[in-house]
């Protein structure tokens, strides 16, 4: 766990970047710090491996205050993903993710082979490990990061707007893949971004932060959402607030039927039973189906979109379980609005 | 101007060891000017009031004469190698200072903000990150020193040392143009070898600038 105590820092010109900060970030999970820039997100973010030090107050990773460890040696312990990666340009791929099993005093070989076992671990394939980081795309850069973050299996893992430079379909992925990773690792990780949507889709809990340096509200997403503390973070979470929260609801548990047989539309189904499209008597329209994994607002969206209203569920291997009707998630939408609301 | 290439042929043994002491003095020079650069450059770069004050005193230390210089050497080195040596020492300073500092400052902060945030610690960063980087610039500034370095040691001809510049004073004395015309050839040639066998040393140095996306 990481927590601030009436954290504060003042840089010498005068400005504040952190006013009183006292937060925990619980262990193993996803704290978002979010906030437009000079808010004091990134410098919070920086207090934890002392690349600031505050100016008053107290920081502590597992117990143990960081003003009174090795500053270097607590780095060590901490990965740290950089915006645009900022790898070393001169190292190799391998090299570059070996950096902090080498400073540890891990032999060159032990090093390299955790580097390759990491590169696998971030979906890049061994020949992107001999290359340099200027031959690789944005994408793969930020993915060696994260990989060069990992490598001597830190308990903390500190990003600072790492997919801030890539472009939205690159970003997604780089998205989901922390997730998936995270489900693995199961790090303590203190995330920085100016972007809720991303905030909204990582975070276990949200920190907003007001310029100068003051935290708003940190709670998780599903609360934020549905109990904003102020008009501040209500504006800070945007119009949308209200499909955000469904974006994080499922559709496990909304009822399905049969899929309608005979009628004006039917739905195509290929020989292993995946939808293919809807098909009318002189018409085709595509399909998306869901999984139950999926959110309410995938099966609004998908509701809107087909020509029956009706929104094809199926398992895992992508074979029809049945349909869901217009009307049943709208049900379950509102009932996951007011459950979000009344929640203690 | 005719060539008497038997001259040449009865002097080999004599131009092979001008040559070879020649060459010796330059990178002698030169490598003594970058022990001494090095670390002033870093001084240079992370001091920023001290920037100002070395780079200035080398630029004072180039504009004096070459020949005022050995002269002024003189009464502490004597007609030695030495003399010859510490002036051009001081010559390739200029150069070796400004490119290493430049070198330096080309070194992206976010890189050395990284090598910080994985704990790297300031002496390592500079060894392993900031001069590996710095090198391209740094190099640049060692080929201009040795191809310099190679042509003024003929100025040293004037306390008795000079390499190959000693062909020009004994073709001049004698007014047989054969020598200058060697020393000159033999000169060019040298700077061409050293300053290609520096792009060569560069090359295998800089391994991450070879491969383009």
């Known amino acids: 766990m990481i927590q601030f105590d009436a954290v504060h820092k003042r840089f010498p010109n005068g400005t504040t970047a952190v006013h009183d900060l006292s937060l925990r970030m619980p262990e193993g999970g996803v704290t978002v710090l979010v906030g437009s820039s000079g808010c004091g997100k990134t410098t919070t973010l920086r207090m934890i491996n002392r690349m600031v030090e505050p100016t008053s107050g107290t920081i502590r990773v597992g117990g143990k205050d960081v003003t009174e460890q090795d500053a270097a040696e607590l780095r060590r312990s901490i990965g740290y993903v950089i915006q645009q990666a900022g790898l070393f340009p001169h190292r190799t791929v391998l090299d570059n993710i070996a950096t902090v099993p080498l400073l540890l005093g891990h032999g060159r070989r032990r090093a390299r082979a955790r580097a390759a076992e990491l590169l696998e671990t971030v979906g890049l394939t061994a020949e992107a490990g001999k290359r340099y980081p200027h031959q690789l795309s944005g994408g793969q850069q930020q993915r060696v990061g994260v990989a060069r973050a990992l490598a001597a299996d830190p308990p903390v893992l500190l990003m600072d707007e790492p997919f801030g430079a890539v472009d939205p379909v690159v970003r997604t992925q780089l998205q989901d893949e922390l997730l998936r990773l995270q489900k693995e690792l199961n790090k303590t990780i203190v995330f920085v971004t100016h972007d809720i949507d991303e905030a909204v889709r990582l975070g276990d809990r949200i920190a907003i932060f007001r310029t100068g340096g003051h935290l708003v509200q940190c709670a998780p997403p599903t609360e934020l959402l549905a109990r904003p503390a102020d008009d501040f973070v209500a504006d800070f979470l945007g119009a949308e607030r209200g499909l955000k929260l469904l974006s994080l609801t499922t559709l496990a548990d909304v009822p399905q039927g049969p899929a309608p047989e005979g009628a004006a539309w039917s739905l195509v189904l290929d020989a292993r039973n995946r939808p293919l499209h809807w098909a009318s008597r002189d018409a085709e329209v595509p399909v998306r189906p869901l999984k139950d994994g999926d959110s309410l607002l995938a099966a609004l969206d998908e509701s809107v979109a087909s020509p029956t209203g009706l929104v094809a569920r199926v398992d895992a291997d992508g074979a029809l379980t049945g349909v869901s009707s217009r009307d049943d998630i709208h049900r379950h939408a509102g009932r996951a609005h007011t459950e979000a609301r009344v929640a203690a | ?213």
């Open chain 2, 1 to 213: 101007m005719t060539i008497d290439w038997s001259w040449i042929s009865g002097h080999t043994d004599d131009l092979t060891t001008l040559t070879l002491s020649h060459l010796q003095a330059a990178l002698t020079a030169v490598l003594l000017g970058l022990i001494i650069s090095l670390p002033l450059a870093v001084l240079a770069h992370r001091v920023r009031p001290l920037r100002g004050l070395l780079l200035g005193l080398s630029n004072v230390l180039f504009t004096i004469p070459s020949i005022a210089v050995f002269v002024l050497l003189l009464p502490v080195s004597g007609l030695t190698r030495t003399t010859t040596v510490i002036g051009l020492t001081i010559y390739t300073l200029v150069v070796l200072l400004r490119n290493t500092v430049e070198g330096l400052d080309s070194v992206p902060a976010r890189t050395k903000e990284a090598a910080k945030a994985m704990g790297t610690r300031p002496l390592r960063t500079l060894l392993t990150v900031e001069l590996p980087l710095a090198l391209p610039v740094i190099m640049a500034g060692v080929r201009i020193a040795t191809v310099m370095s190679i042509s003024l040691v003929s100025v040293a001809t004037y306390i008795g040392d000079g390499g190959l510049g000693q062909l020009f004073t004994d073709g001049f004395q004698r007014n047989f143009p054969t020598p200058v015309i060697v020393g000159v050839v033999l000169t060019l040639l040298l700077a061409v070898v050293a300053d290609a066998a520096l792009v060569a040393l560069q090359y295998a140095l800089t391994p991450w600038k070879r491969r383009r996306a």
